[in-house]
């Protein structure tokens, strides 16, 4: 009994934290996306699916679900790619290799809100790039990258891989030191060169590897917010408006609770969607 008092003791922190940060704010807010709280008022009146069904012909709403989709599937094949090039070329050894290991996961532990900033003034009219364009003799948008409706967006989604590349090469490289070196030799006895080493023996062993990278990636790109707040607050007209800037603006800048609590459980549905298909192609092709 005393063994068991004291597991109990000691994990009694975790489960207060569990209780009082996850289980309790994740039950409240879907008991009040059924109500229409007001978050000035500080009440609501039960209104069943009300919410969900003025959200599912919100074409705010809507707009910003695509937004969201185009940002996660035009972001992490892109992020994948170049992720698996890098680490690939760093496991290699190539020349100079040491500088650019130490250098490629900077933008991954430097704080968003600054990285934001400072592609927002390398994106504004007269900044960087902006400049760099003219010079090139090419016509950047009049007011700069963001405030122009074919630009804004894919000028985010430009800046999220540069900042995530680097967290995901370090998972392909961890997932690569796991390969066994005798593998390699063998093959570098046989006379396979760098690609052929990558297409016979990396990429093939890095299947778990790849579908942990996805997974993990499709959650983050969902939960885009930071650059959005930053860089754009869904402007110009809703162009850059994703799934959760629209809870945030919704729920604490017009204080519809109710309304934003509801927006979450449905981004939330779509991501556990996501999540369990990714998991169910993982395990069809590891059966086949």
């Not at 959200?55 to 695509?66: A, E, G, I, R």
């Not at 190539?94 to 934001?116: D, E, L, R, W």
Request: proline share 4%.
């Amino acid at each position: 009994m005393r063994t068991k008092h004291k597991i109990l003791l000691f994990t009694l922190p975790w489960i207060v934290y569990l209780l009082v940060f996850w289980l309790y704010p994740i039950s409240y807010s879907l008991y009040l996306s059924f109500t229409d709280f007001k978050l000035l008022q500080g009440s609501g009146d039960f209104i069943g699916f009300t919410n969900y069904s003025n959200l599912l012909s919100d074409p705010v709403f809507l707009t910003s679900l695509k937004n969201t989709f185009y940002f996660v599937f035009g972001t992490i094949p892109v992020t994948t790619v170049l992720a698996l090039i890098f680490a690939l070329l760093i496991a290699e050894k190539i020349p100079g290799h040491k500088i650019f290991q130490a250098a490629y996961f900077i933008p991954s532990i430097t704080a968003m809100v600054v990285i934001a900033l400072i592609f927002y003034n390398l994106y504004s009219r007269g900044g960087y790039l902006f400049s760099l364009c003219q010079i090139a003799g090419l016509s950047p948008p009049e007011n700069g990258f963001l405030q122009s409706e074919k630009t804004a967006l894919l000028s985010i989604m430009a800046m999220d891989v540069w900042v995530a590349i680097g967290y995901y090469v370090l998972i392909f490289l961890a997932g690569i030191k796991s390969i066994p070196i005798e593998l390699y030799e063998a093959a570098r006895g046989d006379g396979a060169g760098f690609f052929r080493r990558s297409a016979s023996i990396t990429i093939p062993l890095l299947k778990s590897t790849f579908a942990f990278v996805i997974v993990l990636n499709t959650i983050r790109s969902f939960q885009i917010f930071v650059e959005i707040f930053v860089m754009t607050s869904g402007r110009p007209f809703n162009s850059t408006l994703t799934a959760v800037f629209f809870i945030f603006e919704r729920g604490i800048s017009r204080g519809s609770i109710g309304y934003a609590s509801a927006a979450a459980y449905i981004l939330f549905i779509i991501l556990l969607t996501f999540s369990l298909l990714q998991f169910k192609l993982i395990n069809v092709r590891k059966s086949a």
